[in-house]
């Protein structure tokens, strides 16, 4: 099949649309797929909106037919603060979409790699789009469910294609579903018992008039309890700031706690109402109807995404997961979500992995990273 690669300038509005738009094509045949919202997608990729790219060098690329029909695209990034922080020349590559041919995925990631050997990186690891803090990973199993808010979904055939190009299993990112039967799981209500009893442990919610107060102390938490994970890049004041003003429309302030040992902010968790449930058939496109579909099917959302949890280190393992998940089970109900997902969670990360485990069975998706050393 001949077919060329083609480097994609932001500038050049044409080939920036079709390198954002090539999904809706492939995936239009798709039961499952849920297109991303086409002008978030634009502020996403906006080199002055996005303040990922303050600390970033970034390629995009096509692989075009020989009629100039989209057949692909990829992105070769490098997070200059994941090198400086992890110690480690490795870039990226991420918005991998492709049609099922060996020879454009080849090319693309091919074409990645070249990106990066020169610029003197040893190894390449993805799908990543951008970071560990954005959508990541291929995946590998649950393809017969709508994907969570923030969690990407793709054909069967993506692992078979970027592994025949060399790329190996790096690292699988797991996924739970659960649903509410009534009923608070019996093992998280004895263990936030006698966590409660034994620490001065309490949680509060979020609050939306303090809301810049407590995105700083969301940092603070956030950067401390995930230090040492696989992958972790620090976020910037700007990037906390983006993230948090971006998610703030559908954030219910209810499913974002805080923990604390007496006077000590020691946890964070966050859960989203899962909007992918109501974007599907919007096409990416809130004009002239979209808009309107939104409002009215806001009140049909019935499951929630537990995108982030965690605690500092030194109070791990007493029991403080539990507490704010009992708040999870109990809140959720009342405002109208009876199923959800916690994820991604590494697959080697042993205490949430087992704790949730024992309330929502094995895990229903598996994400996959890949790495190929250069």
């Known amino acids: 099949m001949p077919l060329r690669i083609v480097e994609v300038h932001p500038s050049s509005k044409k080939d920036f649309s079709r390198f ?25 990729f906006n080199f002055q909106k996005n303040p990922f790219f303050q600390h970033a060098t970034v390629e995009y690329y096509l692989a075009l037919s020989s009629r100039g029909e989209v057949l692909g695209r990829i992105s070769a990034h490098i997070d200059w603060n994941y090198v400086k922080f992890q110690e480690k020349k490795v870039g990226f590559f991420g918005f991998f979409d492709s049609s099922d041919s060996a020879e454009v995925a080849s090319a693309l990631l091919e074409t990645a ?10 190894r390449v690891l993805g799908p990543m789009n951008f970071t560990t803090n954005d959508e990541l990973g291929v995946l590998i199993k649950g393809f017969d469910d709508f994907p ?5 979904y793709n054909y069967p055939y993506y692992g078979v294609l970027i592994e025949k ?15 509410y039967n009534g009923t608070i799981p019996l093992v998280i209500q004895r263990i936030t018992e006698r966590v409660k009893n034994r620490s001065r442990v309490y949680l509060r ?28 890049v620090p976020l910037t004041d700007s990037e906390i700031e983006y993230f948090a003003y971006n998610l703030k429309p559908i954030i219910d302030p209810s499913l974002a706690l805080f923990a604390y040992v007496g006077n000590q902010p020691v946890g964070f968790l966050l859960a989203l109402p899962d909007y992918n449930l109501i974007l ?12 309107v579909k939104l409002l009215w099917r806001r009140q049909k959302i019935d499951r929630i995404r537990v995108i982030v949890m965690g605690i500092i280190e030194g109070y791990r393992g007493i029991g403080i997961e539990s507490a ?15 199923k959800g997902e916690a994820s991604w969670i590494l697959e080697d990360n042993a205490i949430p992995n087992r704790m949730i485990a ?9 994400y996959r990273i890949y790495g190929k050393k250069l």
């Open 20 to 44: 954002i738009k090539f999904p809706l094509s492939l995936y239009s045949e798709s039961s499952y797929y849920v297109p991303h919202l086409l002008y978030e997608r634009k502020n996403f």
């Open 113 to 122: 790699c070249d990106f990066h050997r020169k610029r003197g990186m040893k």
């Open 148 to 152: 969570s808010i923030m969690t990407p």
């Open 165 to 179: 190009c060399g790329f190996v299993k790096v690292k699988d990112l797991y996924a739970y579903h659960y649903d």
């Open 205 to 232: 919610s979020l609050e939306m008039k303090n809301f810049a107060s407590d995105i700083k102390l969301v940092k603070k938490i956030y950067n401390s309890a995930w230090g040492k994970n696989w992958g972790f």
């Open 280 to 291: 599907k058939d919007l096409k990416g496109r809130l004009l002239p109807f979209g808009f």
């Open 324 to 338: 704010m998940l009992e708040e999870i089970y109990r809140v959720g109900p009342l405002k109208g979500y009876f």
């Open 358 to 366: 024992r309330v929502a069975g094995d895990p229903y998706k598996i």
